[in-house]
């Protein structure tokens, strides 16, 4: 079964840290490149960080220095560090596997900051 799970969200404190992992099942991990999306409530979703086969990695600028995108092949895994969380990091937190012309995505975790 092709699928991406997404763990990891929760509720935390402005300045706290949270650590999402996304793990794939169905597919050649380590072909994909792997993205992190978010949606807040009444915007449109958003591409937070990602991570090439290679190993580049991109970040919005908003989350640079305070997020790190790293990828585990033999787990089949990607994970996404958030630390120095703002209340405006709250929304929810989608897994992406892009490889052209397929894009599979998880369900979403949610991240709430706030004190």
């Known amino acids: 079964q092709v699928q991406l799970v997404e763990s990891g969200g929760g509720l935390v404190q402005p300045g706290g840290s949270l650590r999402l992992s996304c793990t794939a099942s169905?597919?050649?991990?380590?072909?994909?490149?792997m993205n992190w999306y978010r949606q807040a409530p009444g915007k449109q979703r958003e591409l937070v960080a990602g991570i090439t086969t290679g190993g580049s990695t991109h970040y919005i600028d908003s989350v640079k220095g305070r997020f790190t995108i790293s990828r585990d092949n033999a787990k089949n895994t990607v994970y996404l560090q958030m630390n120095s969380l703002k209340p405006e990091d709250t929304a929810v937190y989608f897994c992406?596997?892009?490889?052209?012309?397929?894009?599979?995505w998880g369900q979403g975790t949610q991240v709430t900051v706030s004190s």
């Open positions: 992406n596997a892009h490889r052209s012309p397929f894009d599979l």
């Open positions: 169905g597919i050649i991990f380590r072909i994909y490149d």
